[in-house]
């Protein structure tokens, strides 16, 4: 099993829909975790941190679920600017900050 | 702005040959960590410098060797290059070493011929 999976997609969504992205992880010490954007030939970004069961910034969602090792990323009213790739991204711990990355989900949003 | 940067911004290089490249971290970040992304996929963990040590290191081979200095800047260097090293190189800065959200640089995009 890779240690993070998420769906690569690519989603195509209209302007104004709702999508959702998942993304399962292996290491179950893991206290914290990411969502970055990464716009094409370009650094990864931070998006959203999750520390607890979840949390949420404008129109982004982060939801987390320790018992099932699952977090998903929750995008409503999207626009043409939120196309990108988004990076699930979890810590390893073992006293340094290796991150994790996803391979990462391809957004496509369209007029 | 994340405040990090890197240097060079593109590189081309012949197999066999050394490349250093460089990262002035955030201000206030102690911490640099290095990684390697290929086409197609999510950035992959070299390793970690704190305090001017390595403190975390990746599955690469010996031959990708860094350097942390006491303003925190760091260097990446990787000696005898192989064609598979051709990579987006990232550098990121984090307030502490360990569970924490890392800031990344601009990249340095690699291209080994």
């Known amino acids: 099993r890779k240690e993070v999976e998420q769906d690569p997609g690519p989603f195509n969504v209209p302007e104004g829909a709702t999508v959702a992205f998942n993304c399962t992880y292996s290491?179950?010490?893991?206290?914290?975790f990411f969502w970055y954007r990464q716009d094409c030939r370009k650094e990864p970004k931070l998006l959203m941190s999750?520390?607890?069961?979840?949390n949420e910034d404008g129109r982004f969602t982060a939801q987390l679920n320790r018992a099932s090792q699952y977090i998903s990323l929750l995008i409503r009213d999207s626009k043409l600017s939120d196309s990108a790739t988004y990076l699930c991204?979890?810590?390893w711990g073992g006293g340094y900050n290796k991150l994790i990355f996803g391979a990462g989900t391809r957004l496509a949003v369209h007029p | 702005e994340t405040g990090v940067t890197q240097s060079p911004t593109h590189l081309i290089k012949t197999r066999g040959q050394q490349v250093t490249l460089r990262c002035s971290s955030q201000?206030?970040?102690?911490?640099v960590s290095w990684y390697q992304q290929a086409l197609g996929q999510g950035p992959q963990f070299i390793f970690q410098?704190?305090?001017?040590?390595?403190?975390g290191r990746g599955n690469f081979p010996p031959r990708f060797s860094g350097l942390q200095f006491p303003n925190y800047s760091s260097e990446l260097n990787v000696n005898a290059l192989e064609l598979d090293d051709s990579a987006l190189y990232l550098c990121?800065?984090?307030?502490?070493?360990?569970?924490?959200?890392?800031?990344f640089g601009q990249g340095t995009r690699l291209t080994v011929v």
């Open positions: 410098y704190y305090r001017e040590e390595e403190n």
């Open positions: 201000s206030g970040h102690n911490t």
């Open positions: 990121a800065s984090s307030i502490r070493r360990t569970e924490t959200e890392a800031f």
């Open positions: 991204v979890v810590p």
């Open positions: 999750v520390y607890s069961s979840g």
């Open positions: 290491n179950s010490a893991s206290q914290s």
